[in-house]
């Protein structure tokens, strides 16, 4: 496999049984498995499990999979999700069951994977994270928990699901799992590259990268900190959302993405509902409006417990795609992304962050 494919599941690292497998930091802080050959049996295991060299073929037929739009009827908990507060409701659906939630979260600025038990720790999975986050031993927790006969819900990237799954080797009648129409992930080392220069002198106590207190429609970067002040940014006025948006510092992986496209092995994909003023009009409310895909039975069932608390309604599936192309398609390279990592490595951060919108405004 082409490193440039590596989408930095974790699936291989999690599955060797000697440990060889180390995550190892590159220029831009996305990570990438490096073997210790030393140590290595040959078993075959990491090749096995990567979603990339082994693409499920257990899907089941997403042709009858159902689409909504929808979103939730608590309207604090709607105000506080990115979208329309659907994984809120999974997550406590899962809780109630006396289970175990996994999603990302902040530990300081860094974004990782870790698990929640109730209520109050399944808070910090809440909101859009635009970095990518370390899996860690996740999958091997996962694994723990559902052989203990536990609930787990696990939400993450369409990459992460398929390293779960594949990892795994087999279905668990109690594992649930919720991807995203995702955009792309952007790389730990410019955030991380980011927040040193831009925000060095601060202690940071929260970040949202899509506040709503201007609107659904108009979103705001958003991050708090322990003096009481705070910075907020439209996408477009900051560096990092800037970047990010205009796809100049994404994963390598994410720019031909293998995981794109409705057939999909988790039981729900779920992301804003974008243009759904043009297939559910009742819903353009600037509120914050999901959309929902159901791909399994267990989905299904999902869906229907959750739709007590749900105000939605069925989606025509080609006109929700129109309008969220990042289910079907990947981003497109920015043509500015090699000039931003070559200044990278000979100009201060700042600069390349400056030279790299001036370049974008005033195209040659």
């Known amino acids: 496999m082409k490193k440039s494919e590596c989408t930095g599941c974790m699936a291989c690292y999690n599955v060797c049984p000697k440990n060889c497998i180390k995550m190892q930091e590159e220029f831009d802080g996305c990570y990438y498995p490096h073997v210790n050959m030393k140590d290595c049996i040959d078993c075959g295991k990491c090749r096995k499990v990567c979603p990339v060299l ?3 073929q257990t899907k089941e037929d997403n042709e009858a999979s159902n689409v909504y739009a929808g979103y939730c009827k608590d309207h604090i908990t709607r105000q506080l999700s990115s979208s329309g507060a659907i994984f809120p409701l999974a997550a406590e659906w899962c809780i109630d069951k006396g289970g175990i939630v996994f999603g990302a979260e902040y530990q300081g600025v860094k974004v990782v994977h870790s698990s929640g038990a109730n209520s109050f ?3 910090k999975f809440k909101g859009s994270k635009y ?3 370390d899996i860690a031993t996740t999958y091997k927790e996962a694994e723990r928990l559902l052989r203990e006969g536990r609930y787990v819900l696990f939400t993450g990237l369409p990459c992460q ?3 779960l799954k594949s990892y795994l080797g087999k279905e668990y009648d109690k594992l649930y799992t919720i991807d995203l129409i995702c955009h792309g992930v952007g790389a730990p080392g410019i955030w991380k590259k980011y927040i040193h220069v831009f925000h060095k002198n601060k202690k940071i106590t929260s970040i949202n990268f899509r506040n ?5 429609n108009h979103e705001q970067f958003v991050m708090r900190f322990s003096d009481g002040t705070e ?3 439209f996408p477009l006025e900051d560096y990092y959302t800037y970047g990010f948006n205009k796809n100049v510092f994404l994963r390598e992986a994410c720019y031909e993405c293998k995981f794109k496209g409705i057939d999909r092995i988790s039981d729900l994909t779920i992301g804003d509902a974008w243009g759904v003023e043009r297939y559910v009009p009742r819903f353009r409310d600037d509120k914050g ?3 929902i895909f159901v791909h399994s039975q267990k989905g299904k069932k999902l869906f229907a417990d959750l739709a007590a608390k749900m105000q939605f309604a069925p989606a025509d599936k080609e006109k929700a795609m129109q309008y969220n192309q990042r289910m079907i398609s990947s981003a497109p390279k920015s043509p500015y992304r090699e000039q931003f990592y070559n200044n990278l490595k000979k100009y201060p951060f ?3 962050m400056a030279l790299m919108k001036h370049s974008r405004k005033n195209p040659q």
């Not at 709503?212 to 659904?216: E, I, M, N, P, S």
Request: charged share 30%; hydrophobic share 30%; net charge neutral.
């Open 131 to 133: 970095v990518q986050s």
């Open 231 to 233: 910075y907020r940014k």
């Open 350 to 352: 700042w600069l390349c």
């Open 161 to 163: 699901i398929e390293g």
């Open 54 to 56: 082994n693409r499920s």
């Open 121 to 123: 720790e399944i808070e």
């Open 289 to 291: 409006c999901s959309l």
């Open 212 to 216: 709503k207190d201007a609107g659904w």
